[in-house]
């Protein structure tokens, strides 16, 4: 299973949400993320938060979801946009003709102060993506009807506490 997670920039949350994916999801799935409109590198404090994890960051990077909509980009089962703003873009046609779902978060990029404030954001967003992408893999996902996947992946992020900072 291939998904495509869109930001507006992908700088924070659709990388954080690349890199929960890809770990949990182990064999299971490919997570790729990309940005409408990318900044061109990755916001410094989701590397630093990732490397905390336990994560590899050296192949994170922002970049145009131009990348996921030509004839060799991969075969996309779902596309999950993380910010309002990429939600609400007219989208390119995505190779596989994926389900789309929108698990929306906060910028943690946008918190001002000290850097232990800006962390904690970080870590906020990382940690409710963590519980959804949880409850996405318990679901199935061999079970072959995309509509049925698309209503459960909006119930899991419906259910859960909002993320605020």
Not at 17 to 39: D, I, Q
């Amino acid at each position: 299973m291939n998904i495509l997670v869109l930001c507006t920039g992908n700088s924070a949350r659709s990388i954080l949400a690349e890199a929960v994916l890809n770990r949990y999801g182990g064999e299971k799935l490919t997570a790729f993320s990309a940005g409408s409109k990318p900044v061109g590198a990755v916001n410094p404090v989701a590397l630093k938060l990732l490397k905390m994890e336990g994560y590899d960051v050296s192949g994170f990077r922002s970049k145009s979801w131009n990348e996921f909509s030509d004839n060799d980009a991969p075969d996309l089962d779902i596309v999950i946009t993380v910010c309002g703003n990429a939600a609400g873009e007219t989208c390119p046609i995505w190779v596989g003709a994926p389900i789309t779902v929108h698990w929306g978060f906060p910028d943690p990029a946008s918190v001002g102060g000290a850097k232990d404030e800006k962390l904690a954001a970080f870590n906020m967003v990382y940690q409710a993506l963590v519980k959804n992408v949880e409850a996405f893999l318990a679901l199935d996902l061999a079970g072959g009807n995309p509509e049925e996947l698309r209503r459960e992946m909006i119930d899991i992020h419906a259910g859960k506490e909002p993320v605020t900072f």
